[in-house]
């Protein structure tokens, strides 16, 4: 994703945008944005749904409008990414419910622990939401009865407070996890599955079990020593590994014939000639420390008739 700031931009520009072939975060810094800018955001938001909004909480002195007065004025947004500050933090989600239109909704940053998410019952279109602070009892159990939702993230994701989420098809792990090893029970469908750092987990062995896996991303997993076996994943497209410093072998990733995206950064273990098992393969990325070995293994992958992602 292409990150705008909307500060750098007159009317005329960020217009433009509309015809992007990228999807665009478009960033509103704490100087915040003008109130003649307004129209021409919402122009560009109704015609790019795929366009995300990134706000800060902090406010300036100046006439702009900043924080979350913003959201006061953007019922076309349908991707917005929230980060509240140490000197704003949120106390409440009122503010977003206004935003019929809303698709996905992640608040970073300083928020009152137990805040509640009933003001979310408004946005009917509502599907995916993202909490960094983490999941309480009481935010899990909403958000299992939420049927919209099926994309949740978190940086802690304690799998025992759900019972069965059936329609989840994404799930975020932002740090840490509990009882990681009842996924398959607690969240049968799960389709798409990003791990970062992995607190807590020592095991991957429960991703076998989620028969619908099309992707799976693990980053920064400093104790992960194996990726199990994959083979059962018979819809399993796309596998993304970064900064898995002490991972041993990759031979599950090679003996799988489904995968057809390959991207592994800073990952030990990579041998080209391995990929002729894998019959599906057609796209692959390798990156690594040095610079002169990353090119050197691009033009092998280039030569093989491997496409870069």
Do not use: W
Not at 244 to 264: G, H, P, Q, V, Y
């Amino acid at each position: 994703m292409k990150n705008v700031k909307i500060s750098s931009l007159n009317e005329n520009d960020l217009l433009e945008l509309k015809t992007s072939k990228d999807t665009i975060s478009l960033f509103i810094d704490d100087s915040g944005i003008s109130k003649d800018m307004i129209p021409f955001l919402n122009d560009v938001l109704k015609e790019r749904p795929d366009f995300f909004l990134n706000i800060s909480s902090e406010k300036d002195s100046s006439s702009n409008l900043s924080g979350e007065d913003i959201v006061k004025f953007i019922p076309e947004v349908r991707n917005l990414i929230f980060y509240a500050s140490l000197k704003n933090p949120i106390s409440n989600l009122n503010v977003f419910s206004r935003l019929g239109n809303l698709i996905s909704l992640h608040i970073n940053g300083n928020v009152d622990k137990d805040i509640a998410l009933s003001p979310l019952d408004s946005i009917e279109t509502l599907s995916s939401f993202y909490l960094e602070n983490g999941f309480s009892l009481k935010h899990s159990v909403y958000i299992e009865n939420r049927k919209s939702f099926c994309d949740i993230g978190a940086s802690n994701i304690r799998v025992e407070h759900f019972t069965k989420m059936s329609q989840l098809k994404k799930l975020s792990i932002l740090s840490s996890a509990t009882h990681i090893e009842e996924l398959p029970k607690r969240m049968p469908n799960l389709e798409e599955i990003y791990i970062e750092k992995g607190k807590g987990i020592n095991t991957l062995d429960f991703l076998n079990d989620l028969k619908n896996l099309r992707i799976i991303e693990l980053n920064s997993i400093s104790e992960l020593k194996y990726i199990p076996d994959l083979s059962k994943l018979e819809n399993l497209e796309k596998v993304i590994l970064r900064n898995l410093r002490s991972l041993e072998d990759l031979e599950a990733i090679f003996n799988n014939n489904k995968i057809k995206i390959l991207i592994l950064e800073n990952v030990k273990g990579f041998n080209i000639e391995k990929l002729s098992t894998m019959d599906s393969l057609k796209y692959i990325t390798v990156t690594t420390d040095d610079k002169l070995e990353t090119n050197r293994i691009k033009k092998s992958l280039l030569d093989k008739g491997y496409l870069e992602v």
